[in-house]
């Protein structure tokens, strides 16, 4: 069982940056890739981006390439998503994944575990 927790999130004004972290705990000895996601008010739950385990690949959705980076810090169990020039339309609660795989995944149903999430709101 793996346990993610998700931090970072807040009120930013359009055009500024914000870092979200997700640390994992449990089963951590494990090889897992990593995703984000998020979920707008009234929305799906969407793809963001992912590394796979150790950091060689990454994916990004294309509404966010460019503007965000994901990265990962494997003696830390933790996973983080730079995001900078923020717009409204990034406004949504952010979910960190993992999946039980050492390649990455896009779609919710290829993830195994889920943190609580985090909002992140951009004001224009």
């Known amino acids: 069982q793996v346990q993610l927790v998700e931090s970072g999130g807040g009120l930013v004004q359009a055009g500024g940056s914000l870092r979200l972290s997700c640390a994992a705990s449990g089963r951590t000895f494990s090889r897992y890739a990593r995703g984000w996601f998020r979920q707008a008010p009234g929305k799906e739950r969407e793809f963001v981006a992912a590394i796979g385990w150790g950091g060689a690949t990454t994916h990004y959705a294309d509404s966010v390439k460019g503007r965000f980076t994901i990265s990962s810090d494997n003696a830390q169990n933790t996973v983080y998503l730079q995001m900078n020039s923020l717009k409204p339309e990034d406004t949504a609660v952010y979910y960190c994944?993992?999946?039980?795989?050492?390649?990455?995944?896009?779609?919710?149903?290829?993830?195994?575990?889920w943190g609580q999430g985090t909002q992140v709101t951009v004001s224009s």
């Open positions: 994944a993992a999946r039980d795989s050492l390649g990455y995944g896009v779609n919710i149903a290829e993830y195994d575990y």
